[in-house]
């Protein structure tokens, strides 16, 4: 357990949903978790135990990151914390995408378009949201919301999306707008960032 009185936030990005072992968009359809998902989760959970007090979690409102916060929680021995839900951590929105087998998509636009939106920062799926727009509901939500309970040296844990979580990253780590689509977080993967008072920063702890 760290006893230095200051912040810290672990990001854990939901582990594999049944859409993603089909190589599905899935956006803001509501997937449960597979059984791989559900395993990888305990986990994820086990191997954090013991490490840190966390004080209060969050999530998006759907439900592969809703599960995957509460395996990971059983896994760690986490009980009796306040869980709130909330859509601003939301995944991407994939418009038109949504349900669409990412092969075959490749197939019929073009690799080079489907990279563009899915690495790009501001360009977006038909109907659906760009990075740019996911930072721009993840951020102030993240600043009015969590930052403060950062601030006051909680220990805030975040259940979320690859692309929520990007949007995290990109201000923790001070990343530029061209560097951010190129951030990796794997699902199942933990990383924990301590809150710096005295200059409002963010270091990269795991």
């Known amino acids: 357990m760290h006893s230095d009185g200051k912040g810290r936030l672990l990001l854990i990005r939901h582990t594999q949903s049944v859409w993603n072992s089909l190589n599905l968009f899935t956006g803001w359809v509501d997937v449960e978790l597979s059984e791989t998902g559900k395993a990888h989760a305990i986990e994820v959970g086990e191997a954090m135990a013991g490490k840190y007090s966390v004080d209060k979690s969050y999530t998006s409102s759907l439900v592969r990151a809703q599960q995957t916060l509460q395996l990971v929680m059983e896994g760690a021995g986490i009980s009796g914390i306040p869980i709130v839900e909330d859509w601003q951590l939301n995944e991407r929105f994939y418009g038109l995408w949504q349900g669409r087998n990412k092969d075959q998509m490749k197939a019929k636009y073009g690799e080079a378009a489907i990279q563009a ?17 996911t930072t721009e509901r993840v951020l102030p939500y993240f600043e009015e919301t969590i930052e403060p309970e950062l601030a006051a040296g909680q220990t805030i844990l975040i259940a979320a999306h ?17 560097v951010v689509p190129g951030v990796e977080i794997g699902n199942g993967e933990l990383r924990v960032y301590r809150y710096e008072t005295e200059t409002n920063s963010y270091v990269r702890e795991v």
Do not use: C, I
Not at 162 to 178: F, P, T
């Open 117 to 133: 939106v899915r690495r790009g920062f501001a360009d977006r799926p038909p109907g659906g949201e760009s990075l740019a727009d």
């Open 162 to 178: 690859g692309n929520s979580l990007r949007a995290l990253v990109k201000k923790l780590e001070n990343l530029a707008d061209n």
